[in-house]
């Protein structure tokens, strides 16, 4: 099926691109400066085309904001699934969640993913839920190993799942605020250390 943006040969358009490249330009910004500071006059000279421009793609600033958003939770999402593919179907539940979590940590640190969490706030309500369906989507992943888990009989009774998943997730995603790339853990590490927090709390 033609996808909106492509060519009925399935060539990407000039459209497709700009917009593609007013995403990129717009996440840099947000990233370097918050998203209080930046303009889509501001955005449309680091594209360096014409603001006005920006409106045939885009109807707002809050629309280039929700798809910065999207993209981010969508390669985010890629990222997780490869990793848990790399882990092997056949693998414990475990042993992907782990995978998972550190995908999952890996990406928030890249892309400073926590200060976008911190922009949903401040979009409006339609745009706000549209989002916070892509984030529910792709906390299904996690939650459907802990699931999985459950089921194997690999997690002690007496724990509420969604909440554990909560707060796993939560904690890694905020690890962003307080990270230093020269401290003593690296990424994995710190998976290694919530992942034994976790086994030795709610894993037989």
């Given at each position: 099926m033609q996808t909106e943006g492509q060519t009925a040969e399935g060539r990407i358009t000039k459209a497709?691109?700009?917009?593609?490249?007013?995403?990129?330009?717009?996440?840099?910004?947000f990233q370097e400066h918050g998203t209080?500071?930046?303009?889509?006059?501001?955005?449309?000279?680091?594209?360096?085309i014409?603001?006005?421009?920006?409106?045939?793609?885009f109807s707002s600033r809050d629309e280039i904001l929700r798809a910065v958003l999207e993209r981010g939770v969508g390669?985010?999402?890629?990222?997780?699934?490869?990793?848990?593919?790399e882990a092997g179907a056949d693998s414990s539940p475990l042993v992907r969640l782990r995978a998972a979590l550190a995908a999952h940590l890996k990406y928030t640190l890249r892309h400073h993913f926590s200060s976008r969490l911190k922009a949903i706030r401040h979009l409006p309500k339609r745009l706000r839920d549209h989002h916070m369906q892509?984030?529910?989507?792709?906390?299904?992943?996690?939650?459907?190993?802990?699931r999985e888990a459950q089921r194997k009989g690999l997690l002690r009774g007496g724990f509420d799942a969604s909440v554990v998943r909560m707060l796993v997730m939560g904690a890694l995603t905020w690890v962003a605020e307080w990270y230093d790339p020269k401290g003593p853990l690296s990424p994995d590490e710190i998976t290694d250390e919530l992942m034994g927090i976790l086994t030795k709390g709610i894993v037989k």
């Amino acid at each position: 099926m033609q996808t909106e943006g492509q060519t009925a040969e399935g060539r990407i358009t000039k459209a497709e691109r700009t917009r593609a490249r007013l995403i990129e330009v717009a996440t840099r910004l947000f990233q370097e400066h918050g998203t209080a500071e930046v303009t889509v006059r501001r955005i449309a000279a680091a594209a360096k085309i014409e603001a006005g421009s920006i409106y045939y793609h885009f109807s707002s600033r809050d629309e280039i904001l929700r798809a910065v958003l999207e993209r981010g939770v969508g390669d985010a999402r890629d990222e997780v699934l490869a990793a848990i593919a790399e882990a092997g179907a056949d693998s414990s539940p475990l042993v992907r969640l782990r995978a998972a979590l550190a995908a999952h940590l890996k990406y928030t640190l890249r892309h400073h993913f926590s200060s976008r969490l911190k922009a949903i706030r401040h979009l409006p309500k339609r745009l706000r839920d549209h989002h916070m369906q892509q984030e529910r989507d792709y906390a299904a992943i996690f939650a459907g190993l802990l699931r999985e888990a459950q089921r194997k009989g690999l997690l002690r009774g007496g724990f509420d799942a969604s909440v554990v998943r909560m707060l796993v997730m939560g904690a890694l995603t905020w690890v962003a605020e307080w990270y230093d790339p020269k401290g003593p853990l690296s990424p994995d590490e710190i998976t290694d250390e919530l992942m034994g927090i976790l086994t030795k709390g709610i894993v037989k």
